[in-house]
């Protein structure tokens, strides 16, 4: 079975500072996406990005990028120069046939 | 191009009414996913669909949840004689190709009182 695992409940970060975001999977695939959406109180989901398995090189997005560890199964979202705009829930989705497998979120504020 | 619609926004209804969701996908997806988000819990798949097939209903309760999608038309879930558990928001998501980044439309609210 799949599984997501986002482990912080709530952070909080100062503006223009970074932050990281953790995010473990579980799975017996090998061919697989991973991704991170962004729910802010208007409660839209948004991508925010999106790694393929089968590169090696971690995806970047302006101020987002992913620290990809396949072996450990790791996909943890950096966000620098935090922008109040990025207050929101965040959620990792594993996808894997066609299905997404959301964890549970890391409700992140981010402090003027 | 316009992004995933979901119709209505918000939806009061009364245990036993009837609940009907709708959703319009990105021009040119034909490929339709519907979600479940309980408070405070992350997205749960419930249904897949391709123009005119259900492909997976894995995660859709057997009893009184059905879902569509007709060759011409919004995706419809429909959600019969409902109960305050169904309470939740129903997300839709739409994608070009299986196995493709979904993009997901605004949630429809649905309280059931």
Aim: hydrophobic share 35%; proline share 5%.
């Amino acid at each position: 079975a799949q599984t997501v695992t986002q482990s912080q409940p709530e952070m909080s970060v100062q503006e223009a500072e970074t932050v990281t975001l953790s995010c473990t999977y579980d799975t017996s695939e090998n061919n697989y996406y991973l991704f991170w959406y962004k729910q802010p109180p208007s409660r839209q989901m948004i991508l925010v990005i999106r790694q393929e398995a089968y590169k090696q090189q971690n995806a970047t997005e302006n101020r987002f990028s992913v620290n990809f560890q396949k072996a450990a199964k790791s996909f943890s979202l950096k966000i620098s120069d935090s922008q109040l705009g990025d207050t929101a829930m965040y959620f990792c989705a594993f996808m894997s046939g066609n299905q997404f497998y959301f964890g549970t979120g890391t409700s992140l504020t981010v402090i003027p | 191009n316009a992004g995933v619609m979901q119709n209505p926004r918000h939806l009061v209804r009364r245990r036993g009414q009837e609940a009907r969701l709708r959703c319009s996908p990105m021009k040119g997806h034909s490929h339709v996913y519907w979600y479940r988000q309980l408070p405070e819990e992350g997205l749960k798949f419930m249904v897949y669909l391709q123009k005119e097939n259900i492909i997976d209903e894995s995660g859709m309760p057997k009893e009184r949840f059905s879902a569509e999608f007709p060759k011409e038309g919004p995706s419809i879930l429909r959600i019969q004689q409902v109960v305050r558990g169904d309470s939740a928001a129903y997300f839709c998501a739409s994608s070009l190709y299986s196995m493709e980044t979904q993009y997901f439309g605004p949630g429809t609210r649905l309280l059931v009182l």
